[in-house]
């Protein structure tokens, strides 16, 4: 898992991790479209299991059918490196089509690049084993290549859809897979239970108002 280790440290030296809001995420893509060579989704169809691939190899999870939401995963996609759950569990493929994010004007262009990356390892990067893809995909994310930026944006979908769990509507560790890695318990309306800091609040007021 080295080579996968330089992958996430070519991300995270671009902050790709602090990325964890669909409006940064959004700028983030946003900011790539130039580089899209005006392609749209209408004129490539677009393939979904390559996508999750890509998902997987950023943030590699275990093997499984249904997302967090219940949508399909394709079983080609998922190479099942890790015990946990990773992107694609965590609806990464759901965020990429979603309308705030805007991916879907990048995805062409992005699906090209990345098979022009993988065609010289061995074939389409949803045959390759998770070595090659991860390859495939530290050639993409190289500073040397003018596009990069389209890969980060590509990258950030994974992160965005993990670690915030950007779309589910108040996640908890119970219904989103990326908190339950992470060891966040999530939404919790009227504070949690069991949780305390073991001392009495401060009801002091200063003559400012500030706190003391």
Known sequence: MEAHDDLIGLLTRRQVLVRTSTAALAALVASAVPLAG?????????????????????????????????????????????????????????????????????????????ELKALPLGGEFLSLDFDRRVKACLEGLDFSNPTRVLWEAAAAVPFT?????????????????????????????????RFSYRRRLSHERTRTGSLP
Do not use: W
């Open 38 to 114: 005006g392609a749209r989704a209408a004129d490539l169809l677009l393939d979904d299991a390559t996508l999750q691939a890509f998902a997987d190899t950023i943030l590699p999870g275990r093997k499984t059918t249904v997302t967090d939401l219940g949508n399909a995963i394709d079983p080609r996609a998922i190479a099942g490196v890790d015990t946990l759950p990773g992107a694609v569990e965590a609806d990464a493929l759901a965020l990429y089509h979603h309308p705030e994010v805007g991916f879907d004007a990048l995805a062409p262009a992005f699906l090209a690049q990345l």
């Open 161 to 193: 859809a993990f670690c915030a769990a950007a779309l589910i509507r108040n996640a908890t560790s119970a219904n989103a897979s990326g908190y339950r890695v992470m060891g966040l318990p999530g939404t919790a309306p009227n504070g949690y239970r």
